[in-house]
């Protein structure tokens, strides 16, 4: 029979424009959150942390915002190339070291 | 630094036959973990170890799977006897606990079990 996956959320984008990805997450405890990015047959990459006592942060094209109230977390990446196309993950730190990681969400960025 | 270093790349076994999957960490972290990623369920955290010890093996999914950190360079996932629904990209991550603490992943060993 057909096998049901994740579904994964896909945001299209032409290069250029702002992306905005969202991450919602589930345990209030949780202190510190990172983005990953992966392409295809790689392994997830570093893009940008944030600790729960900020509630921005930002880097090179790339900024975080952590709202702890109703637990979401987005990443937005400036003027976005076909270079930035891949799957973003959020993780969260629960406990002494564990990061648990979201579902995901696909990026296409088309020139 | 060469990163997290993992072998094999890809692995295809038969069905019931052992599979060892191993990790180089990045010298000097102290914290190791591996996950297992599909289509399925996504990326999931099956055991970490810090310095050398399981901390949370809670992940794992049953008795078939184990894993070892004999030393702070060296980690093994084991799969006895392997199962198609094993089938998977199997990763590891190792990072630092003090400050800042992202992970770094390895390439991963995409595992399939026929």
């Given at each position: ?8 959320p ?8 702002n ?13 510190y ?5 992966q ?73 | ?29 102290n ?84």
């Open positions: 029979g057909e096998s049901v996956g994740l579904h994964l896909t945001l299209s984008v032409q290069e250029g424009d992306s905005i990805i969202n991450c919602a997450y589930s345990n209030s405890a949780s202190d959150f990172i983005w990953y990015k392409e295809s047959g790689k392994g997830p990459q570093f893009i940008i942390d944030i600790r729960s006592n900020m509630d921005k942060r930002q880097g090179q094209r790339v900024t975080v915002l952590l709202n702890k109230t109703v637990k979401h977390l987005s990443l937005q990446i400036a003027a976005t190339q076909p270079g930035d196309s891949a799957v973003y993950f959020c993780a969260e730190r629960r406990g002494f070291q564990k990061l648990v990681f979201g579902t995901g969400t696909r990026l296409l960025v088309s020139p | 630094d060469a990163g997290v270093i993992q072998s094999p790349r890809h692995e295809v076994t038969e069905m019931g036959q052992e599979v060892t999957l191993r990790c180089k960490p990045i010298s000097g972290h914290s190791l973990f591996w996950y297992r990623q599909t289509m399925m369920r996504g990326l999931e955290l099956l055991i970490y170890f810090n310095n050398n010890v399981p901390i949370d093996d809670s992940g794992m999914p049953e008795d078939r799977f184990s894993a070892k950190m004999p030393n702070a360079s060296f980690s093994t996932l084991k799969i006895q006897p392997s199962e198609p629904r094993d089938s998977a990209v199997y990763f590891c991550a190792s990072s630092f606990n003090a400050g800042n603490t992202e992970a770094f992943f390895g390439q991963g060993t995409r595992l399939t079990v026929v």
